[in-house]
């Protein structure tokens, strides 16, 4: 490919910090977990109070990052979106799938506040969709009249995933639970169920009848759960070290 | 500033061919202008028939461009949007203002219809807001489970912007509006309504009662009109060659 007079160097702007420390669970689109938060802490010489102003009066951001695992990986003019079931082919342009030309990711989050202290100005964000260390390029902000377009039809995901599972707790995972929201980690337990509801489940196991358990990595823990059917035990948080996403 | 190892390369996809030439008239938003129509012309190898394979079930679609006119142009801080009058200032990321860290710009737009003839793949929008020649670096469906947030709120532009202009035709651009209709540009005197209704004066001139002239280049050619209070004459159609955006 010949260099173009318009190809342009994006550099971050800042770095997201995010309960999400791998891409097993990640929810697929920002707004389907609201109590999975962010912050996205500014670099310089981006970190200029003044920079913000009036971004509070905004309930919702833009935020633009990099595919920062998929940074030199190549563009696929196909993916198999998880929407379909793993199995159909779809045109990337028609999906929001990581293999892209240009390793742009776009989501829109909820702001929850700025913090500004010294020199220091960070964001915090919730509904994210984010991998921890996800470099943001952009904030820009939500505009309703311009955005909210609730007479748009969508191709192969007209409508919010399927939330037909049930959420159950074993009691040893209550009391884990309660422990770490006891130490701050507020709405833990709120987090963990909408992030189940959504089944991370690769596609293709989806349909599978037969109990099997899992895990994937949330903030410094494994979470671990069991499904069969439409039941879903979460069994017990605990300490990080393995990979997440397979079976356990 | 310091080269960082997530300092990425982007690379226009494509380029938009748009009935806007120049700045000066362009809609300050995606789709307050429903009748402006652009073209997005594939680069190779992007213009490969299956990256776009469902694409047509989506209503609306995200354009991710450059703004091309202001690489190299040095950030700003704080911007004065035309929304507050030209005076007050703001956060840049508070806005979608050309004078950011990284010259991204982002737009929704409607989907009319993808083109596909031999090696050329042409995605015609509409509601743009886009300069012609822009470079697309992005294409991504609107979602509208994900991406409409009707309840969302937004600062300093909660609301569209007022559209109390009346707008009138003397018999000379009527002739030379129904000229250009006929010769192919369909819906040539909707899309001028709908821009002068969004009053493209600068914002610090949008109180001025005396009557004034002005002009904008649209297509190949430079639209006159004159504006006394909210009565909007437009004047004529003439070819093109002046810059437009000031007194005429």
Not at 151 to 165: E, V
Not at 228 to 248: D, F, M, P, Y
């Amino acid at each position: 490919m010949s260099e173009s007079r318009h190809n342009v160097t994006i550099r971050p702007i800042g770095y997201a910090r995010s309960c999400f420390k791998e891409k097993f669970g990640i929810p697929r689109q920002p707004g389907l977990v609201p109590h999975a938060r962010a912050r996205i802490k500014m670099l310089a010489p981006y970190n200029r109070p003044e920079a913000f102003r009036g971004i509070e009066d905004f309930s919702h951001l833009w935020i633009s990052f990099l595919f920062h695992q998929h940074l030199g990986a190549a563009w696929r003019a196909t993916v198999r979106p998880p929407r379909l079931g793993g199995n159909e082919r779809v045109g990337v342009f028609a999906t929001r799938s990581t293999y892209r030309p240009n390793p742009l990711g776009l989501s829109v989050v909820q702001l929850d506040r700025i913090e500004i202290a010294g020199d220091a100005v960070t964001l915090h964000v919730s509904g994210v969709d984010l991998l921890d260390g996800t470099p943001v390029v952009d904030i820009k902000p939500y505009v309703p009249y311009a955005d909210a377009l609730p007479d748009a039809h969508g191709g192969f995901a007209p409508t919010p995933p399927d939330r037909t599972l049930s959420i159950t707790f074993t009691e040893a995972a209550e009391q884990q639970i309660a422990a770490r929201e006891a130490a701050g980690l507020a709405d833990l337990r709120a987090l963990i169920t909408e992030l189940l509801r959504l089944d991370p489940r690769p596609a293709y196991r989806g349909h599978e009848t037969q109990a099997a358990d899992f895990g994937m990595r949330l903030y410094d823990f494994d979470l671990r759960w069991r499904i069969e059917g439409k039941e879903v035990t979460v069994t017990a948080l605990v300490n990080s070290g393995t990979r997440g996403g397979s079976e356990k």
